[in-house]
């Protein structure tokens, strides 16, 4: 009887330990915001582009590390090679800590990956408000007026 409690115990903490080992995926949900007059556009790990229109945003899920690319357009319909700016970044996925990596790695080990970043990431605010986040800022501008004198005309 003892070596049965003995071995149904030792099954159990196996079947703990394999749980724990198979939930360490990372699951961070993190947000797109977009404050500029582009559409932004962004892909993850290759796949299909999602616009984020001006003064919009949107939620992105972290499963597991990758890239992510974002172009910034004028109109819902451009696409991301008629892009005015665009760049790509790997992104850190890691149990309950997602972040993008962008920089030189400067202070990488004191504070962590992304925290820092000497690089210009241009008209984009990575990291911020929180890690994995991603801000279009107001300073990328707006698209081009394109005929906004041909509606003002009066014939």
């Known amino acids: 009887m003892r070596g049965l409690s003995t071995a149904l115990g030792l099954a159990a903490a196996l079947a703990v330990t394999a749980a724990s080992i198979a939930g360490a995926e990372a699951s961070c949900a993190r947000r797109i915001i977009n404050k500029s007059g582009y559409t932004a556009l962004v892909s993850r790990d290759g796949g299909p582009w999602v616009a984020v229109r001006p003064n919009h945003s949107q939620t992105i899920q972290y499963h597991h590390s990758g890239r992510i690319d974002v172009a910034l357009t004028c109109g819902p319909g451009a696409q991301p090679e008629q892009a005015a700016y665009r760049a790509s970044y790997d992104t850190v996925a890691i149990i309950d800590r ?16 992304g925290f820092i970043g000497r690089k210009d990431p241009g008209p984009l ?24 004198g041909a509606l003002r005309a009066r014939y």
């Open 98 to 113: 997602c972040y993008i990596r962008f920089g030189d790695g400067f202070f990488e080990e004191q504070l962590g990956g």
């Open 125 to 148: 605010a990575l990291n911020n408000p929180r890690q994995g986040d991603l801000v279009v800022g107001p300073q990328a501008g707006a698209c081009p007026a394109l005929g906004r």
